[in-house]
C-alpha cells in the first residue's frame, strides 16, 4: 500500500513539474515576464490569485488579450491540479 502512495505521489509530482515547465515557456522561469508581451506578470501573486485566475481562464470568465491561449493551456487540468499548481507558483 504505502509503494502504491508512494507512486502516485511521484507521478503527481512530475506531473505537477511539466505542467509549470510549459507555463515557465512564456512567463519565464520565475514568472517574472508578460506572457508574449500581453499577459500580467504573475511572480508576486499569492496562491489565491493564481487559482481564481487559472480558473476563470478555464471557464472563459477571466482574461483579457491571452484569454483563448490560456483556455487551452488550463482545460484538461482538474480543480486539485489548479490549486496544487497555484500554490507551486506562488512560492516562485
Known amino acids: 500500500m504505502k509503494k502504491i502512495v508512494l507512486g502516485t ?3 503527481a509530482a512530475s506531473l505537477m513539474a511539466a505542467n509549470i515547465a510549459a507555463c515557465k515557456g512564456c512567463h519565464g522561469a520565475n514568472f517574472e ?3 508574449l508581451g500581453k499577459s500580467q506578470i504573475v511572480k508576486g501573486w499569492d496562491a489565491a490569485k493564481i487559482e ?14 491571452m484569454k483563448g491561449v490560456m483556455k487551452g493551456q488550463v482545460a484538461r487540468l482538474s480543480p486539485a491540479e489548479i490549486k496544487a499548481m497555484s500554490e507551486e507558483i ?3
Not at 481564481?52 to 488579450?65: H, P
Open 90 to 92: 506562488s512560492k516562485l
Open 52 to 65: 481564481t485566475a487559472l480558473k476563470g481562464y478555464k471557464d472563459g470568465s477571466y482574461g483579457g488579450a
Open 9 to 11: 505521489l511521484i507521478a
Open 33 to 35: 515576464k508578460a506572457a
